[in-house]
């Protein structure tokens, strides 16, 4: 158990398809991330939300739509998305602030396959 | 989840042994280091850390050890055993304006062998 909730773990869809995944974080933390982790590339930032804003987009194509309602939850909205984006999605979470750095702690990911 | 796919260097023990895997980082104003290791399903899960003001940090079977001079990190494993299969990534953190930006490497698979 990481404190960290992915959902779904799996998740299929064609191209035309909408669908959001979601991240629950348990450890109190105000910093939230997406990763994605394909076969061709290392561990990738996405997007970074710290105390409910975004202060991070990693030069995300638009079909990608992050959403942080509160300093728990973090969703990624997915629409007409492509073949290559088929990939390991991870969400992270981490205190940031005060004098010291902490680790990020991560969700086990959603497995997503692009049709 | 690993990277599969990815031309990952791979490291074979037998177990028992101690083992080591090395990683070189990039930026020279990164003040802070993470190994991570990531299972067949699962997401990276932290090991062990060390700040840019020590050289050495040991946890339970693992010890880091950073050289700055030469931008060189290494995690090594006493008496590996075969659960420690996994793919394994060290971790650059730079701040950025108030949040942890992770810079990943490609990452060491590490077979152990009964």
Request: contains cysteine; hydrophobic residues 30%; charged residues 15%.
């Amino acid at each position: 158990e990481t404190g960290v909730t992915q959902t779904p773990r799996h998740l299929v869809m064609g191209m035309t398809n909408k669908k959001s995944l979601k991240c629950e974080q348990h450890l109190g933390h105000n910093a939230m991330y997406w990763y994605k982790q394909s076969a061709k590339k290392p561990l990738e930032l996405m997007f970074v939300y710290n105390f409910k804003e975004q202060t991070e987009n990693n030069s995300v194509p638009s079909r990608f739509s992050p959403e942080c309602p509160n300093s728990s939850h973090l969703f990624l909205h997915l629409h007409t998305l492509q073949p290559e984006d088929s990939a390991l999605y991870l969400c992270a979470s981490s205190q940031v602030g005060g004098r010291t750095n902490q680790p990020q702690h991560f969700g086990d990911g959603t497995r997503l396959s692009i049709l | 989840g690993e990277s599969v796919g990815l031309h990952l260097p791979t490291l074979s023990v037998q177990e028992g042994d101690n083992s080591i895997i090395n990683c070189a980082y990039s930026n020279s104003a990164s003040d802070y280091f993470i190994w991570y290791k990531q299972e067949s399903g699962k997401g990276p899960q932290f090991i062990i850390d060390i700040r840019s003001n020590m050289d050495k940090r040991q946890g339970q079977r693992v010890t880091v050890l950073l050289n700055k001079t030469v931008k060189h990190l290494s995690l090594q494993i006493a008496a590996t055993q075969p659960g420690d299969s996994a793919v394994y990534f060290c971790a650059e953190i730079i701040m950025n304006t108030g949040f942890q930006k992770l810079v990943f490497g490609t990452g060491t698979r590490l077979l152990v062998s009964p």
